[in-house]
């Protein structure tokens, strides 16, 4: 592993149930779940209270409403999510240059040679956490590592409200005694294998001889065992260097309700046009891809007329391709990306004023035709006013 490296991640407590309480009092201390319809939908996210009774995200709904009879439901709220998640990757460029989104409430960042300017690392995300909850009101929790998925873990056992560090030298003795399924890309699948062949803990991984290895998984394993071994060279990529921005969700239980589908296509185009807009970048291509139950893997694949950072048009061209492409049985993940990523084009900057866009995109065109491309692109670092008008 390249020496030195210090990575954070960084991680939303509950995200959408900490929303919902966040900005509804009444809701505090009561078991929240914020989820889709009671008989075909499932849980997006519990509150901690809610976890007590054993619910979780992609739980079936009905089953949750059974566990707890006085759950609290409340409907997703996506676009609502995705402008507090843009304030809260605020907070994160505000600490490291190189700051990689995983979905709305997680990213890791690349804190290398940031001490001289921040101080020691622990330090750094302990205000930065504090700052989260000062500006936005919810509790991050963040891990601390050499590499990655380390970091990635720790978050997890900070959990909730906490963060957790693990210097280099520790690294194998956090990981040895953690269960097999703890490791990144480790599945249900993968995790039954693997104990079958009385591989339990990732210490038993990291130890197992190569024949058991081949024998259990069939596949290559070296991957896998370098992971237990604590080697993840695999850097931190700001979306600002990434050809393509993506959000995706793996189920813990299958789904083929389309309503739900589209509720996780919406959260995911809400993400990937808020990492577009964070960037300055608009996209010409959208992907929809899902996984089948058995694993078989889908995409597909549209081009759309101008380029967008624009959630809601991110997630029609997904509907379409959803739609057009239907999922001939229960799907266990979607996601959405944006590919063919550039600056946005002129049109972009009205981009929030819908009712005004068309009348503009016609006096643009108009003016394209009268002085060529050069006057439009011109335009583009003109500032506007509330009116939509350029200032000045
Ligand atoms: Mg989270």
Redo the contacts with the bound molecule.
């Keep these: 592993m390249p020496a030195g490296r210090v990575i954070a991640h960084v ?5 959408f149930a900490s929303v919902e309480i966040r900005d509804d009092p009444s809701l505090a201390g009561k078991p929240v779940v914020v989820g889709g319809h009671p008989t075909r939908g499932v849980v997006t996210a519990a509150s901690y209270e809610a976890r007590k009774y054993g619910i979780h995200s992609a739980m079936p709904m009905a089953r949750a409403m059974r566990a707890c009879p006085e759950l609290v439901v409340v409907r997703p709220r996506m676009r609502h999510y995705a402008e507090v998640s843009e304030q809260f990757f605020e907070v994160l460029h505000r600490y490291s240059p190189l700051v990689e989104g995983l ?1 709305l ?2 990213a890791f960042l690349d804190l290398t040679g940031t001490q001289a300017l921040l101080g020691p690392p622990m330090d750094a995300v302990r205000r930065l956490r504090a700052e989260v909850r000062e500006r936005i009101g919810l509790a991050a929790s963040a891990g601390l590592a050499p590499v990655k998925f380390v970091a990635k873990i720790l978050t997890d056992l900070a959990k909730p409200d906490g963060q957790l560090e693990v210097h280099p030298g520790g690294v194998q003795a956090m990981l040895d005694p953690l269960p097999i399924g703890r490791l990144w890309g480790v599945g249900p699948k993968t995790e039954a294998l693997l104990k079958s062949v009385r591989i339990r803990t990732i210490g038993d991984l990291r130890r197992a001889p190569a024949d058991r290895l081949r024998f259990a998984l069939g596949h290559d394993f070296e991957p896998l065992q370098a992971l237990a071994r604590g080697e993840d060279e695999r850097p931190v990529v700001s979306d600002h260097e990434a050809k393509s921005l993506g959000a995706e969700e793996t189920f813990e239980e299958d789904l083929e309700d389309l309503e739900t589908i589209e509720t996780y296509l919406l959260g995911q185009a809400e993400r990937v046009a808020s990492r577009l807009r964070r960037h300055g970048l608009a996209a010409s291509g959208v992907t929809l891809k899902y996984k089948l139950a058995d694993f078989k893997l889908v995409t597909r694949q549209t081009t759309l007329e101008r380029p967008t950072s624009d959630g809601g048009v991110l997630f029609a061209a997904a509907r379409g391709l959803l739609e057009t492409h239907p999922p001939p049985k229960p799907i266990r993940l979607c996601g959405v990306s944006a590919h063919n990523l550039g600056p946005p084009p002129a049109p972009e900057l009205f981009a929030q004023r819908d009712d005004k866009r068309d009348r503009l995109n016609a006096a643009v065109d108009r003016l394209r035709e009268r002085f060529g491309n050069d006057a439009i692109r011109r335009a583009r670092l003109l500032e506007l006013d509330d009116e939509g008008k350029p200032k000045g």
């Design positions: 991680d939303l407590d509950a995200f979905s409430d997680e």
